[in-house]
């Protein structure tokens, strides 16, 4: 049962990871049908970005108030309406609105489902579900640009938005088959826009949960600038063609899926801390030898990459204790909790996709130095983080949960 849930949830959350990912090597492409530059076509990204993250602030709430599923199937089913919209764009100004209709629903999948892993389970064990839950996750973004970049050769930049739908709906049935609704109407939150905000406000003003979801954020700051400029990555610096973004996508998702699934057999066995000092410390060493090969050498397949499969092992091994250590200090809201750390994760993932990563298109050290930035800021909100809990007396609670 664990299996088949850590799979629907994992599906999930690739909903959002497939509609930034698909259509990337149709970037191009979409310019060049519309007639506009790469900078507008980079703002089909950013507009889902912040669209996504937007929403994020509202289906864990929604979720606490009328329960896991309505809502799921309700953002599902919207999802797959605007990647229809997408698919059928008669100009640019219809696909950028439908990409942000996207993007308003695409969000549901990541924060409700973190949602369940809370309310089934607790510790070590919701630990490993979420290594579990990023280890089937981190499939869908090494294999969507590859797929994204066969279907646009072969039937042109639409398919990719066909196929995001038919995804969707298929994600339609498997969650009315397979997912039972995990909060139990008792347990559910009266939807009052006072309390509402006051719960909001009560979560804004608790500094290490803002510290800790920043440090997850900023984390992912280095997979998300490679992501948001994957096309002038893999094009204009590597000179590879709209059929190679796998030279970049297996190196990033690989050492993903494999800091997961070593993550999700350690979680019992290892304290937290020592899972977060491990992936800050494999992070780092990526960010060195990144750094140091794009200064000293023209980047070439395979080393210009390799790093990059470092970097993300560090990523899904500190991660799950990260993100479990932060939605633990709201045990009685977890839906509005994960909403809030996946806005402020998305947030970081938009301005960093969106702002900075074509400020350094053109150049792998940029590029390599950009990531090392975030790595160092990510690294410096925990540890504050850290002292904050022990300054106020949470020294014992503090230990335990980093």
Known sequence: MDRALTVVLACLGMVGALAIDTYLPSMPAIGRVFEVGPVAVQQTLSVFIFCFAFMMLFYGTLSDSF????????????????????????SFGWLLACRALQGLAAGSGSVIGQAIVQDRFSGAKAQK????IMMVFGLAPAIAPILGGALDVHFGWRSTFVFLSVFGALM?????????????????HAFHPVVIARNYLMVLKHTRFLLLSLSVGLAFGGL????????????????????A????????????VIGSA???KRSGTYAPATMKWVGYGCMALACVLNVGYTALFTPEIPWAVLPLAVFTFGLAVAAPALQVGTLGLFPHHRGLAA?????????????????????????AFKLA??????????????????RLAEASQEVKPALEAN
């Open 67 to 90: 329960g896991r599923r309505p809502v799921l199937l309700g953002a599902l089913a919207l999802y797959v309406l605007a990647s229809a919209g997408a698919a059928l764009a008669p």
């Open 129 to 132: 579900m979420m290594s579990h």
């Open 172 to 188: 339609i049935v498997l969650c009315l088959k397979m997912l039972p609704e995990s909060l139990p109407a008792e347990k559910r």
């Open 224 to 243: 998300s600038l490679y992501i948001g400029a994957a096309a002038n990555f893999v094009m204009e610096i590597l000179h590879l063609p709209e059929t």
């Open 245 to 256: 973004f796998a030279w970049l996508f297996i190196p990033l998702i690989g050492g993903s």
């Open 262 to 264: 070593w993550s999700g």
């Open 339 to 363: 909403s809030m750390l996946s806005f402020i994760q998305m947030m970081s993932f938009a301005l960093v996709s969106g702002l900075v990563a074509p400020m350094l298109f053109g150049s």
């Open 369 to 386: 130095c950009g990531v090392t930035v975030g790595l160092v800021l990510s690294f410096c909100s925990w540890r504050v983080s850290l």
